[in-house]
């Protein structure tokens, strides 16, 4: 059984940086893709980025292109969500999900298992 852990979230101000981290247990973690998605409150949960198994391939939310990164080590069975340039309208609950297929996803029926979550909070 798979298992994932998000840590790294907090409070941080506008044009700050945040780093996530997802641990993951149990499974080959080498083989799968990986994805972050975000909920702010009140609204539906949204993709955010998507990694590759060999973290070659990554995609994005246009509303987050060029501010935040997605990369993975394998060694260490663990995906990172890296956040520059915070905005307070990234303030949500971030997840980190699983792909048993080795590629991410933008959609989220397409992810096998999820995580908690980590609160990011961003205050203007």
């Known amino acids: 059984q798979v298992q994932l852990v998000e840590s790294g979230g907090g409070l941080v101000q506008a044009g700050g940086s945040l780093r996530l981290s997802c641990a993951a247990s149990?499974?080959?973690?080498?083989?799968?893709?990986m994805g972050w998605f975000r909920q702010a409150p009140g609204k539906e949960r949204e993709f955010v980025a998507g990694?590759?198994?060999?973290?070659?391939?990554?995609n994005y939310a246009d509303s987050v292109k060029g501010r935040f990164t997605i990369s993975r080590d394998n060694a260490k069975n663990t995906v990172y969500l890296q956040m520059n340039s915070l905005k307070p309208e990234d303030t949500a609950v971030y997840y980190c999900?699983?792909?048993?297929?080795?590629?991410?996803?933008?959609?989220?029926?397409?992810?096998?298992?999820w995580g908690q979550g980590t609160q990011v909070t961003v205050s203007s």
């Open positions: 999900a699983l792909r048993l297929n080795g590629f991410g996803s933008m959609w989220e029926p397409e992810y096998d298992y």
């Open positions: 149990g499974g080959t973690f080498s083989r799968y893709g």
């Open positions: 990694i590759s198994w060999s973290g070659v391939t990554t």
